[in-house]
């Protein structure tokens, strides 16, 4: 009986992992999937207030994983966060750039992202995000806005030339228009930061969908979201729930 039970959990647990995507998180840290903040570069240790959150960022306010300092450097050019130049291929439109700041902000701040949290070994963060559901609406017009500017890779998390002190497109890497290398939305969505998102079927508003945007008069839609994956992952009976 007791290896039919063992059995059952690993089970689950690869079901689990097909699904997310993510390794679940140690059952000391289970609970805390609704509100939590990964371990990487930037990140608080937990989620608390910051009434002074900048531009973009300022959704999270009542509640967040990143600084007042975080907020305001995700907004620069080459900012010391990451030493990343969304210039690499010529002046990237502001409308598409907005894009990029806001999830900048959606990473560093949100606490609503622990179903898909899992453990990495990078010598610059603990854990990562990974296939993130993210809604429809905010991939297409991340896709759309950005197709006018230029870009020489598909994967960003990696392939750079960093002699610089920033990253450079790499040898015989040629800048063309994002639609180039990201010849659909889900293609830009899903591949632009291996795999930390993956296009949803669901509608923003939906409760099943992480919104990149809000209006934070409404309240957070995304904890909606995460309660539901989160309730979903203990329902399988993973260790820890």
């Known amino acids: 009986m007791n290896m039919a039970w063992q059995i059952t959990q690993l089970l689950l647990l690869a079901l689990m992992t097909v699904v997310w995507g993510a390794q679940p998180r140690t059952p000391q840290d289970k ?11 930037h ?13 973009q960022c ?16 995700a907004h620069k050019d080459v900012s010391y966060l990451y030493r990343f130049n969304w210039d690499h291929c010529g002046l990237m439109k502001p409308a598409c750039k907005r894009h990029f700041i806001q999830d900048t902000c959606l990473y560093e701040c949100s606490p609503n992202l622990g179903p898909w ?7 610059w963060r603990k854990e990562r ?13 991340w896709w759309e806005d950005c197709r006018t500017s230029y870009t020489c890779k598909s994967n960003w998390h990696k392939g750079w030339n960093w002699t610089s002190g920033s990253n450079q497109c790499p040898v015989n890497a040629a800048c063309h228009p994002f639609h180039f290398y990201f010849p659909t939305p889900a293609a ?3 591949e632009i930061w291996s795999h930390s998102y993956k296009v949803s079927n669901y509608s923003r508003g939906s409760g099943r969908c992480i919104q990149m945007w809000f209006d934070p008069t409404h309240g957070n839609p995304n904890e909606e979201v995460v309660r539901f ?8 009976g993973l260790p820890g729930a």
């Open 188 to 190: 830009l969505c899903n």
């Open 58 to 73: 300022s959704p999270w306010k009542k509640n967040a994983c990143c600084s007042v300092n975080t907020s305001q450097e």
């Open 117 to 123: 949290i899992q453990e990495v070994n990078q010598s």
């Open 129 to 141: 995000i990974l296939n993130v559901p993210l809604c429809k609406e905010d991939c297409q017009s």
């Open 31 to 41: 609970r805390n999937l609704l509100n939590i903040c990964m371990n990487a570069k």
């Open 43 to 55: 990140h608080k240790t937990k989620p608390s207030p910051e009434d002074k959150l900048y531009g």
């Open 229 to 236: 994956y989160a309730e979903a992952t203990n329902r399988a």
